[in-house]
């Protein structure tokens, strides 16, 4: 019985995509859905084989990943050590943190005008964009999260006299590490659809700009492929980051 019902929580999260996926491939193919309002699901696999094979997807798809990771990569770092700055650092905290809060109240798609005037439509622009995006959702989780240590673990750590250094390492921080992971996931959406926004505004080359470029000739059948990789992208970056999580925390549940 246990294991009946594991295989149909493992089948349930596909249910939902695959029964969508063949209701639109019959109203398709039924006409009931025009071409010119969204290709069918055959049509789209068939301009992703030949994207494929003329290499044009995969130079896209490599140019947006390259985007994606070096900004969050930058971004994330940032979000941390300012996050552990504030929350650790009275300070620290008194000295950064109003400004960080008022500068996160600022839409950062609001700055794309801004950044092409700094960068043009070169990679620095798009990095750039990922990398704000991601930072300020790392920030507050990383700085709630330590601001929010159990106190009776710290008096523990006092009445053993841990150093500092220990009281982090032991304590503070394997207490934190849920809602800085928390962040990162939440970070992880946000930086899919920054560069979203920034690919099909600002540049040249990448997923977004493959979309546009499929708008000018109406290529409905791209376009669709195009919104498809980012989905993709999105909840394949999220299951790496819930691996990572039960992995950073099988302490916690055992």
Partial sequence: MITLKKQIL?????LIPVLL???????????LLSENILASPLEVVKAGK???LSGELMRNLTISLYRATVGFAIGGMIGFLLGLLTGLSDIGRSFFDSTIQMIRNIPHLALIPLVIAWFGIDEI??????AIGVMFPIYVNTMHGIMNVDEDLLEMAAIYQLSRWQTFWSIVFPSALPSILVGVR???????TTLIVAETIASDS???YMAMNAREFMQ???IILSILLYAVLGKLSDLVAKYFESSALE????
Avoid: C, H, R, T
Avoid at 10 to 14: G, N, R, T, Y
Avoid at 186 to 192: D, F, K, Q, S
Avoid at 251 to 254: D, E, G, L, R, V
């Fill in 206 to 208: 990448g997923i977004g």
């Fill in 186 to 192: 939440y970070a992880l959406g946000i930086m899919w």
């Fill in 10 to 14: 493992k089948v349930l999260p596909i």
């Fill in 251 to 254: 302490w916690k549940i055992q």
């Fill in 50 to 52: 030949e994207l494929f």
């Fill in 21 to 31: 996926v063949m209701i639109w491939q019959g109203a398709s193919s039924l006409n």
């Fill in 125 to 130: 622009s798009k990095i750039f964009l990922v």
């Fill in 220 to 222: 409905m059948d791209v």
